[in-house]
């Protein structure tokens, strides 16, 4: 069965060191997302892809970048972690029919 | 762009009780309304969604409803039980933009 995975699913890191936040998918869905979830802030958007080697900034894309080389991976990074971007971490494609799927999550935190 | 406002925040219903979730959104162009739940520790799962040409959808216990004129859609869900315990979103989108969330709300299934 096709499906979307993450990882690691826990994270634990310190300030100002770069991290990266894996995302692969089997679905072959050219769009793909990175959400953040925080208490009292629901699902915002980070970073997304329509297809290899194209990228856009969603509404908190400051401190994070993403690159897009294959159909199946999008790779979230942040630059020098900062104790603000302590949150869990969903990735998440969607298919041309419309339906979008998301992965289990990663829980990071910045100390 | 496209906001999602989500009201409740928090609602509890007696089981066996229906509950009621309702969402606005701001851009016309919107064509596609899908609604996630998700568990704790878990990444939001889709459970059921609907699009412009269509004014009511129903799966089993739960149903939504789009008001296109009114920019209003809601969630219906009827004789809930324990296991409907979770946070729903609402969400909306063109075809194939981006999906934009509402901040949820907490459903809780009082015995």
């Known amino acids: 069965d096709a499906e979307i995975t993450q990882s690691p699913r826990h994270k634990i890191t310190e300030t100002g060191r770069q991290v990266t936040l894996a995302c692969h998918q089997t679905?072959?869905?050219?769009?793909m997302f990175w959400y953040r979830q925080d208490l009292g802030h629901g699902l915002r958007l980070i970073h997304y892809?329509?297809?290899?080697?194209?990228?856009n900034k969603g509404e908190v894309s400051d401190g994070y970048s993403v690159s897009r080389s294959n159909t199946e991976d999008l790779p979230l990074t942040l630059e020098s972690a900062a104790s603000s971007q302590t949150s869990v971490y969903f990735c998440?494609?969607?298919?041309?029919?419309?339906?979008?799927?998301f992965g289990p999550g990663t829980r990071l935190t910045v100390t | 762009g496209e906001n999602v406002e989500q009201h409740p925040s928090t609602l509890s219903v007696q089981e066996g009780d229906s509950a009621v979730i309702k969402c606005t959104y701001s851009?016309?162009?919107?064509?596609?309304f899908p609604w996630y739940k998700q568990e704790l520790g878990k990444g939001p799962q889709l459970i059921i969604d609907?699009?412009?040409?269509?004014g009511e959808k129903k799966d089993q216990r739960i149903a939504v409803t789009l008001n296109k004129t009114a920019k209003h859609f809601s969630l219906h869900i009827t004789e809930t039980q324990p296991e409907d315990s979770a946070v729903y979103f609402c969400?909306?989108?063109?075809?194939?933009?981006?999906?934009?969330f509402g901040k949820g709300t907490r459903l809780h299934i009082l015995p």
């Open positions: 998440a494609s969607r298919g041309s029919g419309g339906e979008q799927y």
């Open positions: 679905w072959n869905h050219n769009n």
């Open positions: 892809s329509y297809g290899v080697q194209d990228t």
């Open positions: 851009d016309s162009a919107s064509n596609y």
């Open positions: 609907i699009r412009s040409n269509v």
């Open positions: 969400a909306a989108s063109e075809r194939d933009d981006k999906i934009i």
